[in-house]
């Protein structure tokens, strides 16, 4: 019997972790075959990965059987899982999601505002694309797909695809889950808090730890104490009036939405100091690469947590294993919102907390949301299905209500500027916008 | 450190059970106060039920100190739970719920029809003066809430009362469980079932074993293998052109809706033979309260599965010992729906998977309602929110549209009749009413 | 410029009320061709009915341009209004929609239960067909559709035909505003009802004249003096206690559901008499065509009020009087929910009062259903969501479910039994059922 | 018999329209009795006014008696209606909601953003006064408030009062609908405009002449041709890109929202070259009361109109005749949502077309929202949720949260900053914040 996991963007600098968790797991996740698959682009980060991820299992005497190719449709024959973890168009199109709208007094990041709806504009066609294959040759397979904008992708490949097995997952939760750990001097295990929204867009509205509610003992600490903001973005910290009149624990990418001026002003700061947050992954690669080559590396070297995902893959790997042995834990993924938040649609893709099953994630009911912050979770959702709707129609008009709708750019005339000179940037990668001719 | 449980309608026939599921639990569980509490007219039976708990108790060589009350505030002191098991106005009450609606052609059941409308009317104002001393005088203890209607009392405490940790248990979806794990022969604790709707008129929607989707195979089975009615209800079967047009799993209950005419012509005919269940119950708590006296007895006696019951300690000995240790493990409860079912309203009370978890019960999200049932899942929770609401204000209007609303009894003239009989058999039990004047 | 109706059913004993409607509304809403139009099966009374309405036309005066044709889309070129009052089966496949039912203890009745699900399974396919038809020859013509069950068939065609131009009608909410006008003794047109429901199951919750809320001396009033039941069904009056308890005014068709014992008896004693309410009808119409034949017979014959439907055809008259003159005055007529009733499904069609606009009927919200009927309006409407279904699937399950889940029929053995029968006796008319092979 | 109006804020400068309004419906709508009310500190004005009324109506010959006075309660006896146009603090309380929140570097504005935000604070508490007078001295009175933030005032009345006669009122739609008759050269009478959304947050899907739809001619129109603002705010225009996209006739007060950065710009600018609105009104007001001293001036001054709120007392006399005559024509008002726009809360008040009755407005059904919009309408009515809540609990919490949670301010640091200002500012006309003891 064989349990085959495919990575698509194996060429990824984020693989070696995968492989790590794969070979930790493999007592209770025993992983027979491993396929990483790329892109000709790609092809030739694919090799060194392929051979550090080689050298890695052989020092951990497991049996498990590892290749790469740029074969997609051959490397899913039979595959249980599949993650994502892809770049369309690389780190130079991260760049100019920055770049762009940063020039044009916009913030300028990969997975909010204009630069994650570019972000998505290129990703979910080839996603869907992605899931199409695996609904033709594996469609038993779980996708677990952690490209981000992780949310909204998922949310158009369960609307969109005919492959309903697909879970997105994300860092934040686990990340303000060990960061709240820190803060109360517990371990990770013992926490557990109670999330509601949306991934970039979740908030902690309870914080328990073996059970014991102790949310107000983080909340008071948070504003000073907490620091759970990912490499890749700032962190300016929160005022106690904030979280004392919301109750609710805020995720790092709150800041783009609540200090928007402020980060403008420190990524403006930022960009002109050492240029985008792109260019500075870019060289951060290059040296990790360089590392990954040495021949006498057999693991994970530390430099990858500086990388900014650090902890996706071991979400993703955790995940797996929950499904593999139906263990009925309770891990926070993105799913169909399948009614937990009654305020969004049913076929929402929310971020919760689930009951990780052989049959996928079962969420638990969160209830109507809190007034505070209702009216903001249900804008971002709508402007989410806007994102979706533009990705697969590729049409103008609907790129533009996407880009209005969203409240880092909500300026009629103004987004409509970013929007063209995005458009033209990512033409190469924006096949279904091409029909208008730009 | 004190953990202790307080019975209320300790003088049940059930009560062994329980006892025997606190001291098979005991090292998980390790409940060191048990009281017994009941009402002057059970002090006889309270008596011997207590020596029996005490001579299962000092058998077992555990720690537990247990004794037995007519006070109930003093025995709530410092309780952790309560559970309750009360039948306000005894077996003959149950006996003139079953008795007038089949002199006047409708079904008479203790939880269903007229019978169950009675028994709430008789049971809410009590368990909510019980539900308002907890919260005074143990403000931390959960209410296990054992008493039928189980969803629908279990909906008039959440609602009306001011304590808010309230769970209400019941046997159904523990007895399909098991009768489940039967037809396929494997362990109950393999099989999990997905359930929608609400206490006594809940569906299986999927049956799992170890995460396996097998539910094919069981509604192919159920029409003739399966037999889950408790002892107190018929057993008459299902076509199989009702399983396979739902792909749902009834449960004993649905006989009454679905097969009407049947069973009050079964109904009918036994009443004749051997008068209501009521009264063939009342004989066998003569024998079993003559079996319990016996003072070398020493153990719940086989004799008590008879009783119709079954199981229902159990389940809710089960459901302390998930709570008290976090347990975060999956069981199906009487709970606010938190939006779990989109369909129904956020406060109604439904019959659902939950995680058990120290701060209580968290429902799984179940989605919108399969079209088949959601016209009468919804027609019972309306139905539903009459009868408590008739409960609480003694408005005859409120009782008569509860009655006609009910699809037993749907006729506006001979509901009236019955409505007035019963008004009038168990005004001893319903001051609410009183004020009318009849 | 043209105004060209085109009457479906033309043939139809109820035709010379359309004709003289429109004669009689001809100054305002001056129509300028009429098409009759039917099936070969109705040669002669549409031959019958087009001399009728030639002389009633002529006697009026009025430049009407009436001809009479088997050629269905010829008819509808350049049409602007297409009225339906269709019967597909005839007045035979009536009696078997009441006589087998009855045979079986099932009320039989042509619009509810049983009777009312298979002229919804023989009408709904035919009336698609025409609605194509409507929308590729004369795509801006409204369809008024008065073949019953009216608020189904108008769901039907609004969600699965291309034309969106469907308003159903009824004469129920007309009846209703009349009998309440004599009740109170003022003018019709004083009177405005609102209404909340669908059709044949429509409440009237508040009667206003001249925006007076005299609703409470009507709801004293209809337990003795209301008789708005038309002349297809009982009226046994209706008890004091559920008026007073609802505070609605229920319709006639309400007594099936709610006096359904005393309705079958009072049926099936009918039934021994006179045979079914089809055959009563046949004779009837024997006459009435007896008498149209006469060819000094210059109007509506004052015999055709005793036929059942009487008024239906000016309610359709007067609705398209307003589309056509944007009125924006208030009419009762089935739509699109729309929100109207925000518990119901927005595409749900409900009977509801509108500003008849030249765009169509705009339903006035009404607001959340009152707890006492939500359950069964919303129970009545997952039933016929199930009617239309099976009504296009064919699907043997889908009509089972459809059986069971409506409240006269609700019991899973004997509704196949009556499902199986109905199947064989129409087969002729259910091609969409045929697959099965029964 | 009497028909008699109170003015609350009888003393404002748009008294003479409201005069003149009343006696041009005269025929229609016969006032016998106008009382105008005032506070001590507007006595003057009152004064003036008054005296004008009577000169106007001493010219028109209309058997109306008009008196003046600063005794509420008693000039609120058998009053049918109550029309309010107050402005707690004047003037001056104005000149600050404009000038605190431009001197942080957000728009100030008195019914957008923090400036109506403290304008709902102020107002609030007051008129929850008046409905309560109104409820016990006249119950049958409605309340027609114009009074800003109108929408949230309407809303804040018909929440917490017991008086439920309340319809809010605002000039928007009455020119939207002027403005596009001029557009398309028709007379307004002809045009219907369709709205979704509420008040100053209004949006027009649809334009009708005669109910024939000419929306598309109006949306090429209105990005050159449109001049819809009214005296008191900005008119920028619109791209053609943002009025295709949407596909919606913005109103004036969406530049706030959408063109953000060029009104603040434009604000400023003003600011600093004639200070505030408020400022400019202030001037505009001392030279209004100047002409109205005249005693030989008969009418309403023609300079009123520049005053900004011009036709706001036309369309509210025009309500109340529609009121008074059971006219059941369409007028767009703020009432309950009551299910027309299913999306929001049915408790909600929206800015709708509606029938209007004797028994207030019956709101036409809206349907969804469409995606483009619906994330921003959902977001601003939960935002004047919580600024409602703000208001009457007096709570910092709250009024932080409304702050930050409104578009114009979502800012965690810089809204508490001007939330801070504004509340000292204001400080003798916010009772209800005064227990925390800024």
């Not at 409240?407 to 409509?416: T, Y």
Request: hydrophobic fraction near 40%.
């Amino acid at each position: 019997m064989t349990l085959k996991l495919v990575v698509v963007g194996g060429g990824s600098s984020y693989t070696p972790e995968i492989i790590e968790g794969i070979i930790r797991r493999y007592d209770s996740f025993p992983v027979t075959d491993i396929v990483l698959v790329d892109v000709e682009a790609g092809k030739e980060k694919l090799e060194i990965i392929g051979r550090l991820a080689l050298r890695m299992i052989e020092k951990s005497n497991k049996a498990i059987h590892l290749t790469w190719t740029l074969n997609r449709r051959q490397a899913l024959e039979n595959a249980d899982f599949v993650s994502t973890q892809i770049r369309v168009g690389g780190l130079e199109a991260r760049s100019k999601d920055e770049r762009i709208p940063l020039s044009h007094g916009f913030i300028g990041q990969e997975t909010n505002g204009a630069g994650g709806i570019f972000k998505a504009f290129r990703t979910i066609p080839v996603l869907l694309e992605l899931a199409k294959d695996v609904h033709d040759i594996c469609p038993n397979a779980w996708i677990i797909n952690f490209t981000n904008p992780a949310g909204i992708v998922t949310e158009a490949l369960l609307k969109h695809s005919p492959h309903k097995k697909v879970i997105g997952v994300c860092n934040i939760p686990f990340n303000m889950r060990h960061s709240t750990a820190e803060i109360l001097n517990v371990k990770p295990d013992e926490v557990s808090i109670e999330f509601i929204g949306m991934n970039h867009f979740v908030f902690g509205s309870k914080v328990l730890v073996n059970g014991e509610d102790r949310t107000n003992e983080v909340l008071e600490k948070v504003t000073h104490d907490l620091d759970y903001s990912p490499a890749n973005i700032v962190n300016l910290g929160w005022t106690k009036t904030f979280i004392e009149a919301t109750g609710l624990l805020p995720n790092p990418y709150h800041q783009y939405y609540f200090q928007t001026a402020d980060v403008l002003k420190k990524d403006l700061k930022a960009f002109k100091e050492n240029g985008t947050r792109a260019e500075v992954v870019q060289d951060l690669e290059g040296s990790l690469f360089e590392i990954y080559k040495n021949p006498s590396l057999y693991e994970k070297p530390k430099e990858l947590e500086e990388r900014g995902g650090a902890f996706y893959s071991d979400v993703a790997c955790s995940l797996m294993d929950s499904i593999y042995n139906n263990k009925q834990d309770i891990q926070t993924v993105n799913t169909w919102n399948h009614g937990a938040i009654p305020d969004l649609p049913e076929d929402a893709v929310i971020e919760v907390n689930c009951i990780i099953t052989k049959n996928g994630p079962k969420p638990i009911a969160v209830g109507h949301l809190p007034l505070s912050v209702k009216g903001h979770i249900y804008q971002m959702k709508a402007f989410e299905e806007l994102v979706i709707q533009a990705s697969i129609t590729g049409n103008y008009n609907d790129a533009y209500t996407a880009m209005v709708m969203n409240p880092l750019l909500a300026d009629e005339k103004r987004s409509k500027d970013v929007l063209d000179e995005l458009l033209e940037a990512h033409q190469a990668y924006l096949p279904q916008f091409n029909s208008r001719g730009i």
